[in-house]
């Protein structure tokens, strides 16, 4: 005989922008809620991938107030405030963060507002832990905030081995990796939608993220340019944001102008994914790299830097490669082997899809979130 899982009431905070951890944060939410869970997302504005009603779903906006003597509106204690008000008002039972600074300093300003020892779950998904590297009176803050949580999750083995690193190795860190649904992520034949961006029926590689530097979004186009001289092909951009120009700038440079197409952000990046032959995503690093994961699920091959979470789901030579973020050429030649050799793509798309399916299954990582709240509300010891 099963018996029932508590039903909790769980306050999520995030980003609401497009980027991983406020895909994360909402696809766990959404998952958290048709298993009968309440849950009550407060953040600034409405998260990207919180579409339409669902039930167990409540949205509580921040509402950032300014007055001409505050320079800078002060977000993150209309968050602390909103966050001690939701968790009063619904009973919550805890906090689930996305990023130390400045959710999880919330957090704690919340809780001490409350005057209840409501537990804090922190996820670390990588630029809050990189941040302090570059700016470093982010450093006390980050740590305090960070060592105020009760559990502290990480993306990938690499996030909490540079979060041990900085912080303390008496850090207990949870590695809980990004997890993808394969029932959307999934292998389509060959559709109008793919004619569209390859007409002439070529290869297509395909890139998506949000184009900040660290993306290294020239690189994709310098990749792309030797793969196409070898194997004629058609590259797709998904995404947008501050490097996009120059992209686009090397696209020009490398008279590529009818090879490439940039379709900015997407909201149904799953219907895009399938179309791809090879997906390029060679960050100078990436915490995990959720796309690729989305991308393997979808049953396309990848080539991701070897700098951090890929190389953790990435299997060389097996659902796709890894290379050195500057390593152009090797990507190129990977790309131009998965390109030439059907059958190889075939096995690496199986492969990706099937890694995917085992180890990142949403069910199987949101039931890990869902069993360290449990263990946290049941008061099983402070992690950090
Ligand atoms: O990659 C970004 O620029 C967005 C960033 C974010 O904070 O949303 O993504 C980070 O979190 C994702 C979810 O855990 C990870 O999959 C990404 O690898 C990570 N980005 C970096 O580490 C650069």
């Known amino acids: 005989m099963t018996t029932a899982r508590r039903k909790l009431k769980i306050g999520i905070t995030c980003y609401s922008s497009v980027g991983g951890s ?6 766990l939410g959404l998952h958290l809620a048709r298993q009968g869970h309440e849950v009550h997302f407060i953040t ?17 906006q921040v509402e950032v107030t300014s007055y001409p003597v505050f320079e800078y509106p002060p977000y993150a204690l209309s968050l602390a405030a909103k966050m001690a008000e939701v968790a009063r008002a619904y009973d919550l039972d805890l906090f689930h963060v996305h990023y130390a600074v400045p959710h999880a300093t919330c957090a704690f300003l919340a809780r001490e507002m409350l005057g209840r020892p ?11 832990i990189t941040l302090v590297g570059l700016e470093p009176s982010y450093f006390e803050i980050t740590r305090f905030s960070i060592r105020k949580s009760d559990r ?9 081995v540079h979060t041990r690193k ?18 959307r992520f999934t292998p389509r034949a060959i559709n109008a939608r793919r004619e569209h961006l390859s007409p002439d029926g070529v290869p297509i590689v395909m890139h998506a993220s949000n184009f900040r530097a660290i993306k290294n979004v020239d690189h994709v186009v310098k990749v792309f340019a030797r793969i196409t001289k070898e194997v004629p092909s058609r590259l797709v951009m998904l995404g947008d944001g501050p490097e996009r120009i120059s992209a686009e700038r090397w696209v020009r440079r490398l008279h590529l102008e009818d090879r490439v197409m940039f379709l900015g952000n997407q909201e149904h990046i799953e219907e895009l994914l399938p179309c791809a032959n090879v997906f390029l995503l060679p960050s100078a690093s990436e915490s995990f790299g959720l796309v690729a994961l989305e991308a393997m699920s979808a049953g396309v091959p990848v080539i991701a830097t070897s700098v ?6 990435v299997e060389d030579g097996c659902t796709g490669y890894t290379a050195r973020p500057h390593d152009l050429a090797r990507m190129a030649r990977l790309a131009i082997r ?14 990706a899809r099937a890694v995917a399916i085992r180890k990142y299954h949403v069910n199987k990582i949101a039931r890990r979130y869902e069993d360290l709240y ?7 010891g402070k992690g950090a």
């Open 44 to 60: 600034h504005t409405l998260p990207y991938r919180l579409r339409g009603y669902e039930d167990n779903i409540y949205f509580h």
């Open 152 to 160: 502290i999750t990480a993306v990938s083995e690499y996030l909490a």
């Open 308 to 313: 951090g979470g890929p190389r953790e789901f």
């Open 166 to 183: 900085s912080f303390g190795k008496d850090l207990k860190i949870e590695v809980i990796p990004n997890f993808v649904d394969p029932r």
């Open 338 to 351: 998965i390109l030439r050799h059907p059958a190889q793509a075939r096995d690496m798309s199986r492969n």
């Open 118 to 128: 409501i537990p804090i779950v922190c996820t670390l998904h990588g630029t809050d």
């Open 22 to 27: 406020g895909v994360v944060a909402t696809e």
């Open 374 to 380: 449990l263990e946290v509300v049941n008061g099983a």
